[in-house]
């Protein structure tokens, strides 16, 4: 539903997108920032999944 979209939103622009700015400041590999992102990004999106269904 809505919730399970908006913590995958959250988690790939604004989590995510912040690691990629602060990964290409410090040189890091692209696949590093894809486990670190994605992680995030699906623990964002499980939150919203849990909230969708609670409420």
């Not at 979209?5 to 997108?17: S, Y």
């Not at 590093?32 to 990004?41: C, D, E, K, V």
């Amino acid at each position: 539903g809505f919730a399970t979209a908006a913590g995958f939103a959250a988690g790939l622009f604004w989590i995510a997108g912040s690691f990629g700015i602060n990964y290409q400041f410090e040189h890091k590999p692209l696949a590093l920032l894809a486990i670190n992102g994605g992680y995030h990004t699906a623990q964002y999106t499980l939150y919203g999944l849990i909230l969708g269904l609670w409420h």
